[in-house]
């Protein structure tokens, strides 16, 4: 058992999807996370098991990494896909109960910004660390946000914003969700988004990486 977790740990944080993927170029034609999550199961090693002693530490490992500046945004991506592949034999446990998650999280770029890899890619890892993700998308409207927390009542929410110009946005979406729901965290983020506009504008949590928001967000249920 020990050494199948260990693969998989190992190809979600290199990024090897599956047999047939070229990337990494040292691993052509050996299984990937897709192929090894599938035969992890069916080996009977519980989904629970795959997420805290596979996935978990293997996305945590990948995000340290890109805030020691070892890797980047493609490097991050190829191990968010190769979990996402891992995680697809996943969800019906999830769906089911039969496996728990951590808590939710709604995410979405804001209103006027269509921007979305940054957003992607947080999602991706905060999926990877345990949580059930919520992506509204991107232009996503106070009002969307606000009837994913009435579908979500316990949700912690993500924005993102990548220009200067959809910030005032932003700003709009935080005070008014705090308005009416003063407990509500938030996390903010993007390209241009600060600690100090974070505090401004009255929300919870910035991050500069996704790992920051994974610890933040695992501190809230720890």
């Known amino acids: 058992m020990e050494d199948i977790l260990k693969r998989l740990s190992y190809c979600v944080e290199v990024g090897k999807v599956n047999k047939t993927s070229p990337y990494p170029p040292d691993m052509k034609d050996q299984e990937g996370a897709d192929e090894l999550a599938r035969r992890a199961l069916d080996e009977g090693i519980s989904p629970s098991?795959?997420?805290?002693?596979?996935?978990?530490?293997?996305?945590?490992?990948?995000g340290e990494k890109y805030s020691r500046q070892e890797i980047f945004v493609p490097q991050m991506l190829m191990a968010a896909k190769a979990m996402n592949s891992a995680m697809a034999h996943l969800k019906p446990f999830f769906l089911s109960g039969e496996t728990k998650r951590k808590g939710t999280f709604i995410i979405g770029t804001v209103a006027g910004d269509l921007h979305e890899i940054g957003k992607?890619?947080?999602?991706?890892?905060?999926?990877?660390?345990?949580?059930?993700?919520?992506?509204?998308?991107?232009?996503?409207?106070?009002?969307?946000?606000?009837?994913?927390?009435?579908s979500h009542p316990s949700a912690v929410i993500g924005m993102s914003a990548l220009l200067t110009t959809t910030m005032e946005n932003m700003r709009k979406s935080v005070a008014e969700i705090k308005e009416k729901d003063p407990g509500r965290v938030i996390l903010v983020g993007g390209a241009p988004v600060t600690m100090d506009f974070c505090k401004k504008i009255g929300a919870d949590f910035y991050s500069p990486d996704p790992q920051g928001a994974i610890n933040y967000l695992n501190s809230l249920v720890s």
């Not at 098991?49 to 990948?62: G, N, S």
Request: a negative charge; hydrophobic letters at 55%.
């Open 49 to 62: 098991v795959l997420l805290e002693e596979a996935l978990i530490p293997a996305m945590t490992r990948v």
């Open 120 to 150: 992607n890619l947080v999602a991706m890892m905060i999926e990877g660390g345990g949580w059930e993700v919520i992506d509204l998308g991107v232009d996503v409207s106070t009002t969307k946000f606000m009837k994913a927390i009435e």
